[in-house]
């Protein structure tokens, strides 16, 4: 045969699409070539003709064509199709004198015999040509495009691009609820809508699709819940005392045709295997005789052909007797019975429910025919079984009951418990069906498999153990999945179990769109005379019911002949069912009504089937690449033309005139490769290739390699390992552990053939249509090969490494016997009395050798091509990828044998523990290859490396290191000829000695091969052996620390370096401590967070902040247990430097804030403690936690004492002051006691002098003198006035550590000590780093402020001359740096302004403060300008000159005259902290200090206030007059804003608020600005506002005198009515720039504050 195959190749030019065609099968047969301009595609035959569709997308017809009105009767040769040309056809259909095709675009073509509308186009009898017919989808325009077309005898199907089927014709098999037919156009077949269909088929009437399986979480339609015919309820509930009835036993008296002529069942021969089935149930409510024998024996019923009940029970789906439903229409035309009988029927079903209640306790009563119809069926098919899970729809009662009586009667009671959900393919889909119909039709159970047994018949044939009398209860969901009764039988047996072996969730890659399906069911319907429906009756369905012995049987094909069907599996075995007359379902000469095998010898795998009229066609696997054709069914004689034909019809009863079973077709070896088979009324169409180059052979080759090896694994799942999972003694033999690992290789292996059955499916698909390399799903998809071999490797592996194989001898033996020569063929082990664990391993790794053969085949496929060309590439890099896979695979399983030998010798108490799974062994020491440096002479020191870690065993003892922190490096040679290898982990250093300078080399590369392997993941050795490539040596991994130390036993995770962690990463201790952040050299270093339980108080301690060199350092936030917070410095793990501590919330027992200094985690220093409790607060120095040197407190009852502190007391000397000025000066000794020499001062001036004692306000003890100052005694007066501020602490020394942190940020040791380069640099560094950590937290960030950022990054220029303009840059600068916190120069700021607040707001708020307030942002503005020098060192000191380029004068002075407008005689700037620096510094300290100023002046400003409101109620001219206004410098007129503009309105003497009132607007804005020098230019804008009205008014320049000019500024000041003027005098009094003090702005000024003066004594004059 192979030569034959060989020599066929060159015969004819390699040429494709080749098309042979024949009748019959005996040996004279000749198949006749068709020839046709261009290789044929795709044929379709019809009962008298045929459709071809060549290359190039043109149609041909041949054969008899009566439609075509031009031509002779007689037949005629390949003819085109003219009415389709310049349409490029993609599919053809042809039915028995009908004929469709598919356009590319999705159209479709019609034409032929249209008596019954199967074209879709009303009005023609026949259509003569090809013609357009549209499918639309209800109130819509668009046609639906369709992929593929079907054609009977009287109608026609689509499929959809949508999956979805269309019908037209008529008859029942179209699946519409159509009244009347013929339908002409096309319509939806409801019942499938929702549902992924593959395929269509037609028969003569008859329908048959293939649909996807919706998996348990698949798209699915809502539930329905009444018949969509009838439209009554599908399910119904009773209650019953202790239980509840669910029945579904709804039979729709629609949801079947009724036909006049009883179908010939009862003449047909009974086969021994099946029974006769009762033809039709009568439509009656007589309940049915009862039978004594509830399993009456099967040879009874098949004796008489009929069953022994009077009447006969009926099938679920059985219509009612034709005769009586005729009797009963026949008044009307309609085949359907009329509105009363369905009535009268419904008025029945009710009944139905009530007996079924009387049936629940036990009665024997049959029920009622119509309502028994469901349970009948449920209890035939077992397999539709058990209510499953109540969320899916509670399935039948009838089932339950069945099951638990199939139960009883298989298996002893305590077997019963063991069942625990489990199912014949393990924890099989549960079916959920989506319409009841779909479950009304499940026909008879999983039965039928070839090697079925009697007994198993006997339960699940129709008919049979079916008289619906046994208790119905709901059985509990236990029973979810669905159970087959061979493993019911199964598990009747003793030892054996049941058990899952279905590919792992998840893992299948059942990508819809990439591999085809092989989870599918068959469903049919129309008319089922012969039984071709296959639903176990002969029946008609009006709609599709699925077959449900065909599920879970892979069926990836299916066609229909006239009265038969054939459906064709991924396993290449061949179901046929209905008529059987001429032999042609391949099985016995008896009709069947189910699916059934085709008898095929053993080892012809069948890839492609065609059913004719009455012949069926396979295209199978030979011995041979080649592909042979088998024939069953009738023969049909050439002879004499159409008289023979009737001939041949009588002579169907004689022997002979069909094949018994199918018979091989001795020509098909000379027909070269066929790709696909046809067969159509009595014609045989084969179409085929010549072997191009080898091309073709070698497809064959790669697809028939892939069946083979499906069918192979196939047999390996049921007959070893499904066997070996169910064996009850399973896991008492192999422990718990390896069981696992026995059931994930179980896993593994059903994942591995799912994909090679879906490979297989996809490659034949690809012969039958287009035979090309590009839709070759290895290539595009190699890495799920890969991935799954890889996967399954491993776990063969494991389980081989744990000695499971070795476990499975005794196993074995119980399944196997003695001498197993199943495992022998099943692992093609040809050596003689190999022991069984090794059949085993063989049996295992057998799937690993396909990999080769893919590599074979593909490099096979690739020689036919250009070197050049994409597609040769693409073979060769997937072949070399498969290949590179074997041989990986290959040095797994010598890893794996290594490793078991090995553990097979090694010492047994340390085996346990050592060995696992995934561990291989790599290298070992027995051979004293490697000791440890300076052991002792009698030590054992054996190393073992695994692919995991490096053990280091001694005598009972081992150590094991994990490879992912192991690095190792050769020791450097020394003199001594050692030959060293030095070995790092976290916590050991070892230096280990070689025997040799071979052996040394050998152990550092193998241990470094193996550190690289685990990092990179373990088994992930895609480099191979030869990858010399040192392991990094920064590295990720996790680590358990075991010796003793702060680390013991905590666990780190993340970045390592040389042995020590660096990098980011997390440490955990088992206490609960955890630390997440940076490492540096094993430290804590960098940022960090750290948190520690508490578990007295049940809260945690949190450190968020910066570490070094494993303590906290630098700046960070300590939460505390006990609710505290500290936000500030540390240094050495301690608090040190600047810091706030809270205390409590504001509701707790002693709520306080401290901000201040802090040493060795003691409060020392300068700082502020705000009591909120007592509402006290202390600003001054500490010592050890407490109060020590000199200090000031303020209360909130407004009590001020400046002075001495010591041991946390006022002790000393000190000042006290009252809210009304009463004063005490002298010694104190505990908090607000007087205790020594002092002065008591009246707010009178009259004091007290001498010795005190007693506490302040309850009581004081005095002895001394009290003084009455004379009255005009004024000079001796003015000494007794207080200075305060005296003993509280200088503002100097205020906040040093503040200053300090900005400095050492800055990189200087002490102010002004370093280097500024260096500075700028730590500047840099700065900024980088916390953009870096805010990055990570981007919420932190507005978008202005990232803005600022990137300003920043840029370093001004800040060496050389500084001019104005290097001036003004400096200016923004600061004011950009100033505006962020993560600059340092942002942060000293944010810092300042905080404690600034916290001194002086709340109880601060004490006007007592503000000199002091006042000194301290002096003192701000001092220290921060000596920073801003030093970062710019050419910067004038304070009050130096810039000197101004001359002709840029004006500009210069505009451009900041907002800031400093300086007056002096050269021009120039002067510099000074406060022009550059309080625009940053004070609008951030405003609130606060304003505050004071209010307080301060409160009692001027409220004099003057009043003076303003008293004289502001004049109207504007007579206050002009009272003020001493000149009169010329009234204005007469002033502009009216109602008039138009422009125009002017005299001022009357009632007038008010008119005058000057720009001028008065102007100054109003002081209010509003913050710096002393925007006040000024506030000030001076109003004069120039006066200016400019008073000259408009005299019509001429004008200069002031004082004399002119203060009574109309006073006018100003009055009517601008400004609050707080007194405050705002003393603040610009304060803060002014002294460089201003006597220029242009300072008159201004000193104008104001005369102004002001002179309001407030308004009164007196």
Known sequence: MEAQGKSSEDDDGGERGLLHSWRGYSYSVVPERLLLPRPALQVALGAQHGVLLVEGGQVYTFGELPWKQTQASQPTKPTPENALSGQRVVAVAAGSFHSGAVTEDGSVHMWGDNAEGQCGLSGLSCVPNPTPVALLEPGGAQSVPVLELACGEKHSLALSAQREVWAWGSGCQLGLKAAVFPVWKPQKVEQLAGRWVLQVACGASHSLALVRCVGPDGIQRPPVDKCNQCNQLLYTMTDKEDHVIISDGHYCPMGVEAREDPPPTQTLKASPSEPILPSHSSFTSTPAAPTPDPTPDPEDSQKGGTTTAAHPP???????????????????????????????????????????????????????????????????????????????????????????????????????????????????????EESVQAKKSSSTGDIHEEEAEGLRRRLSLPGLL?????????????????????????????????????????????????????????????????????????????????????????????????????????????????????????????????????????????????????????????????????????????????????????????????????????????????????????????????????????????????????????????????????????????????????????????????????????????????????????????????????????????????????????????????????????????????????????????????LHEYGRLLLKLATCFEVSSGDYQKLQDSCSKFEALTLQLKRKRKEAEYTFHFWKSFPGKMTDSLRKPSRRLIYESSNKSLTVQNAGRFSVNWFILFNDSLVHAQFSTHHIFALATLWVEPAPEDNSGLHGLKVVTPEETLTLLASSSAEKTKWLRAINQAVDQALSGAGQDAGGPASKSDPPISRTASYTFYKDGRLKDATYEGRWLAGK??????????????????????????????????????????????????????????????GEVYDGFFQDGMRQGHGMLRSGKHNTSSPSVFIGQWLQDKKTGYGVFDDITKGEKYMGMWQDHQRQGTGVVVTQFGLYYEGAFKDNKMMGTGILLSEDDTTYEGEFSDDWTLSGKGVLTMPNGDYLEGSFSGEWGSGLK????????????????????????????????????????????????????????????????????????????????????????????????????????????????????????????????????????????????????????????????????????FLFPDLPEEGGLIPEPAENLPDGNQETSADTRTESPKPGRVVSSSALLLPVLLPRLYPPLFTLYALEKEKEDDMYWECVLRLNKQPDLALLAFLGVQQKFWPVSIPNSLIAPGEKQPVASSTKDACFASAVETLQQISTTFTPSDKLQVIQLTFEEITQEVQSLLKQDFLWSMDDLFPVFLYVVLRARIRNLGSEVSLIEDLMDPCVQHGEHGIMFTTLKACYYQIQHEKIT
């Open 314 to 432: 009926s099938d679920p789906d059985r219509p009612p007797s034709p005769k009586a439903a005729a009797s009963t229409s026949s008044s009307k035309s309609s085949p359907y019975p009329g509105e009363k009988e369905v009535k009268e029927y419904l008025r029945k079903l009710s009944d139905a429910s009530q007996t079924e209640a009387k049936m629940a306790n036990g009665g024997l009563h049959a029920l009622q025919a119509p309502s028994s119809g469901r349970g009948q069926s449920a209890l035939n098919s077992l397999v539709a079984s058990c209510a499953s899970a109540v969320g899916e729809r509670v399935a039948s009662t009838y089932e339950a009951l069945s099951l638990k009586r199939m139960m009883n009667f298989y298996l002893p009671s305590s077997r019963l418990e063991a069942l625990g959900g489990a199912a014949d393919g393990g924890a099989e889909r549960v079916r959920r």
């Open 466 to 850: 079916s008289q619906g009398r046994y208790a119905v209860h709901l059985l509990s969901s236990s029973y979810g999945p669905l159970l087959s009764p061979r493993l019911l039988r199964k598990m009747g047996r003793s030892g054996m179990r049941a058990f899952a072996l279905t590919p792992m969730g998840g893992g299948v890659p059942e990508d819809q769109e990439v591999f085809p399906t092989l989870q599918t069911e068959v469903w049919s319907w129309g008319h089922g005379e012969h039984g071709e429906l296959g639903h176990g009756d002969n029946l008609d369905r009006l709609q599709p019911f699925c077959i449900k012995s065909l599920n879970k049987k892979e069926v990836i094909r299916v066609s229909a002949g006239a009265h038969h069907s054939i459906a064709l599996t991924a396993q290449s075995q061949v179901y046929s069912w209905g008529s059987n007359l001429s032999g042609q379902l391949g099985h016995m000469d008896t009709p069947s009504t189910v699916p059934r095998l085709a008898k095929l010898s053993e080892g012809i795998r069948v890839w492609d089937a065609s059913a004719g009229e009455r012949h069926t066609l396979l295209l199978a696997d030979g011995d041979c690449i080649q592909p042979i054709i088998y024939y069953s069914g009738q023969q049909v004689k050439e002879a004499g033309g159409e008289e023979e034909v009737e001939e041949e019809e009588e002579e169907d009863e004689r022997p002979g005139g069909y094949t018994q079973q199918p018979v091989l077709l001795p020509f098909c070896m000379n027909l070269g490769f066929v790709s696909s088979v046809v067969a159509g009324g009595r014609r045989c169409v084969a179409l085929s290739d010549r072997n191009v180059m080898g091309f073709i052979s070698s497809l064959h080759e790669l697809a028939s390699a892939e069946r083979k090896f499906y069918c192979k694994l196939c047999d390996i799942k049921s007959q070893v390992l499904r066997p070996l999972l169910e064996l009850e003694s399973l896991s008492s033999a192999l422990g718990p552990a390896a069981t696992e690992l026995l059931q994930t290789l179980a896993g593994r292996f059903s994942l591995l053939s799912h994909l090679t059955g879906q490979h297989g499916a996809s490659l034949t698909a690809n012969l039958r249509r287009g035979r090309d390399v590009g839709s070759l799903l290895m290539l595009e998809h190699a890495s799920i090969f890969l991935d799954v071999y890889n996967d399954y490797c491993s776990t063969v592996g494991n389980f081989f490494v744990m000695g499971g194989f070795h476990a499975l001898t005794k196993p074995s033996l119980d399944i196997f016997g003695k001498s197993p020569e199943l495992l022998q063929r099943l692992s093609e082990c040809s050596e003689e009395n190999t022991v069984t664990s090794d059949l085993l391993v063989a049996l295992f790794y057998l799937p690993t050798q396909h």
């Open 1262 to 1429: 005095v002895t001394g003198s009290y003084f009455k100052p004379n009255l005009f005694d004024t000079e001796k007066d003015r000494n007794r006035a207080v200075k305060l501020g005296r003993m509280s602490v200088r503002a100097e020394e205020k906040w040093q550590a503040v200053f300090e942190e900005c400095w050492s940020e800055l990189g200087c040791e002490a102010p002004g000590e370093g280097e500024h380069l260096k500075a700028w640099e730590n500047i840099a560094v700065a900024l980088t780093s916390r953009r870096q950590q805010i990055q990570d937290s981007p919420e932190i960030l507005s978008r202005s402020h990232s803005k600022t950022l990137e300003g920043l990054e840029v370093i001004p220029q800040h060496e050389g001359p500084i001019t104005i303009e290097r001036y003004h840059s400096i200016r923004l600068y600061l004011l950009k740096a100033c505006d962020t916190p993560l600059h340092p120069l942002g942060r000293l700021l944010e810092t300042l302004v905080a404690v600034y607040r916290m001194t002086y707001v709340g109880v601060g708020a004490n006007r007592r403060l503000l000199p002091q307030a006042v000194n301290e942002i002096k003192s701000y503005l001092c220290r921060i300008f000596q920073i801003v020098r």
């Open 1061 to 1122: 962690p660096h990098g980011r990463g997390i440490l955990k201790w088992p206490d609960g401590r955890i630390y997440t952040g940076s490492f540096k050299s094993g430290l804590e270093d960098g940022f960090g967070e750290f948190a520690c339980p508490n578990k007295a108080l049940n809260q945690g301690d949190l450190y968020q902040g910066y570490w070094k060199e494993g303590k906290m350092h630098g700046l960070g936030t300590y939460r505390y247990a006990s």
